[in-house]
């Protein structure tokens, strides 16, 4: 059973950063993509960004620019740095990775940007 888990949220003031991590229990080169997703209270959950075995990478349009996706295969761990925050930004962030024949989700971790 694969395991994600997400790390680096927390409570951040406007134009702040902050970097989240999502730790894979197996290789990453096992997914197709992996990707962050985010859900903010009474909203569905929606796509931020995503990044392919590749390495090709796809934004949101209301990131982009803002935040990053990136990957270390070495430890297993996909991250999303994120700057110039916005209120907007406030939300439960999942990490999710595109197996063959499954799809994995992690438990999610707050990021909350106070105006």
């Known amino acids: 059973q694969v395991q994600l888990v997400e790390s680096g949220g927390g409570l951040v003031q406007a134009g702040g950063s902050l970097r989240l991590s999502c730790a894979a229990s197996e290789r990453l080169d096992i997914f197709n993509r992996v990707g962050w997703y985010r859900q903010a209270p009474g909203n569905q959950r929606e796509l931020v960004a995503s990044i392919t075995s590749s390495g090709s990478t796809n934004y949101a349009d209301s990131v982009k620019g803002r935040f990053t996706i990136s990957r270390d295969s070495a430890k297993n761990t996909v991250y999303l740095q994120m700057i110039s925050l916005k209120p907007e930004d406030t939300a439960v962030y999942y990490c999710?990775?595109?197996?063959?024949?499954?799809?994995?989700w992690g438990q999610g971790t707050q990021v909350t940007v106070s105006s």
């Open positions: 999710k990775a595109h197996g063959i024949y499954i799809n994995y």
